[in-house]
């Protein structure tokens, strides 16, 4: 079964930094994108980027260069979403999902990760 | 960046009906980047419709997509409660890969 299983939730303070993982089981975790996409409370998601694990190669949505960084290690089958400096704002569930295909629609996601950042 | 919006905001139907739910793409996307995406409360969304009209798997035959150009249509027929989610369009050919702000689908 194809899965993308995501770390727990997160209690943050405005500052403090913060990475969350996505690790894939049950197909080839190099051949597909990992996109991550945002949801706030009572809103649409939202793309931030995704990476290609097996290059590393890695895009990001404009609204999300420089407030995020995404990463991988293939070696475990697993993505990353980074922040070093937590904002209120960034309260939200972050989900990571797969790409079916190289240009396609996001067929599998993951369990997704609550962010609460509160002084 | 590529906007997109839905109506309605919210639907209420009874179940047996049918629902239609469009999508308006503030500039022209091609078909095979048009998807239809379901979620519930506490879920992640489900992959529904890809390239405008192709059922993901394990999708029922009572979801149909169709559209081009700017105007999409996910249609609902023969409601059933489980139906009760709100669902989002999505374009994922150009980035940021842009949802609509979402239907919400109550089976009365």
């Known amino acids: 079964e194809m899965q993308l299983v995501q770390s727990g939730a997160e209690v943050k303070k405005p500052g403090e930094s913060l990475k969350i993982s996505c690790q894939g089981s049950?197909?080839?975790?190099?051949?597909?994108?990992i996109v991550w996409v945002r949801q706030m409370p009572g809103k649409g998601p939202e793309c931030m980027g995704m990476?290609?694990?097996?290059?590393?190669?890695?895009r990001y949505s404009p609204s999300f260069a420089g407030q995020v960084t995404i990463s991988a290690d293939k070696s475990n089958s697993t993505a990353f979403l980074h922040w070093s400096s937590l904002m209120a704002s960034d309260t939200a569930v972050y989900y990571c999902?797969?790409?079916?295909?190289?240009?396609?629609?996001?067929?599998?996601w993951g369990t997704g990760t609550r962010v609460t950042v509160s002084s | 960046e590529i906007v997109l919006t839905q109506s309605p905001g919210t639907l209420s139907l009874s179940p047996g009906e049918r629902a239609t739910l469009s999508c308006r793409v503030s500039?022209?996307?091609?078909?095979?980047?048009l998807g239809w995406y379901q979620q519930k409360p506490g879920q992640a969304p489900r992959l529904l419709i890809s390239?405008?009209?192709s059922r993901a798997t394990g999708i029922p035959d009572r979801f149909s997509g169709s559209g081009s150009g700017t105007d999409f249509t996910l249609t609902i027929s023969r409601l059933e409660p489980e139906d009760s989610a709100v669902y989002y369009c999505q374009q994922y050919g150009s980035l940021p890969y842009s949802f609509g702000q979402g239907t919400k689908l109550e089976i009365k």
């Open positions: 500039q022209s996307v091609t078909s095979n980047y």
């Open positions: 049950g197909f080839r975790f190099t051949s597909y994108w």
């Open positions: 999902a797969r790409r079916a295909y190289s240009s396609g629609p996001m067929d599998v």
């Open positions: 390239g405008t009209s």
């Open positions: 990476i290609y694990p097996g290059d590393s190669d890695t």
